[in-house]
T-cell receptor, first 113, second 114 residues
Framework: QKEVEQNSGPLSVPEGAIASLNCTYS??????FFWYRQYSGKSPELIMS????GDKEDGRFTAQLNKASQYVSLLIRDSQPSDSATYLC?????????????FGKGTHLIIQP | EAGVVQSPRYKIIEKKQPVAFWCNPI?????LYWYRQNLGQGPELLIR????????DSQLPKDRFSAERLKGVDSTLKIQPAELGDSAVYLC????????????FGAGSRLTVL
């Protein structure tokens, strides 16, 4: 089992609809969870972080975490063509300090105008 | 505030040749990472530095890869000799440390080995 799993897609969503991206992780002791967006040919940029169970909202983005199910999701409301990108789920494994993140393969999201 | 700066942005070399990548992290960021990203994959950690000390290099292929961060600021990642499978984007990231672990990435160095 891979440490961080994502459906690679592509996930195609009509403009204005809700895009739902999912991620599962294997280390039950993981503490910190991140969503990065990566445009083609560019480097990843952080869009959301979440540390406790439940929902966290920031503008059109909502991150959801369920540690019991080892599941993280990202919802994008009112999807725009500019949201078309690869979304990387990243997990900081258990343990203290600034350990490196473990990334999933990413989900390629396409917003259809 | 300047971001993480990497150079070169692109490098094309023949196999068995050496190559080096340079990274200047965000000012004040003590923790520096080198990641490798293959096409269609997520970034994979190669090495992590806390100041000038390499605290996690378990994923660095030490037979051909080396890295240094002599003064705890800039870092260099070297491959010698390069192989075809080394073609990838090499990403440098930095963070101020602590539990939040919010990484900021540089633009990356895209390596093509022919």
């Amino acid at each position: 089992q891979k440490e961080v799993e994502q459906n690679s897609g592509p996930l195609s969503v009509p403009e204005g609809a809700i895009a739902s991206l999912n991620c599962t992780y294997s280390d039950r002791g993981s503490q910190s969870f991140f969503w990065y967006r990566q445009y083609s040919g560019k480097s990843p940029e952080l869009i959301m972080s979440i540390y406790s169970n439940g929902d966290k909202e920031d503008g059109r983005f909502t991150a959801q975490l369920n540690k019991a199910s080892q599941y993280v999701s990202l919802l994008i409301r009112d999807s725009q063509p500019s949201d078309s990108a690869t979304y990387l789920c990243a997990v900081k494994k258990s343990g203290g300090g600034a350990d490196g993140l473990t990334f999933g393969k990413g989900t390629h999201l396409i917003i259809q105008p | 505030e300047a971001g993480v700066v990497q150079s070169p942005r692109y490098k094309i070399i023949e196999k068995k040749q050496p190559v080096a990548f340079w990274c200047n992290p965000i000012s004040g960021h003590n923790t520096l990472y080198w990641y490798r990203q293959n096409l269609g994959q997520g970034p994979e950690l190669l090495i992590r530095y806390e100041n000038e000390e390499a605290v996690d290099d378990s994923q660095l292929p030490k037979d051909r890869f080396s890295a240094e961060r002599l003064k705890g600021v800039d870092s260099t990642l070297k491959i010698q000799p390069a192989e075809l499978g080394d073609s990838a984007v090499y990403l440098c990231a930095s963070t101020s440390g602590g539990g939040a672990n919010v990484l900021t990435f540089g633009a990356g160095s895209r390596l093509t080995v022919l």
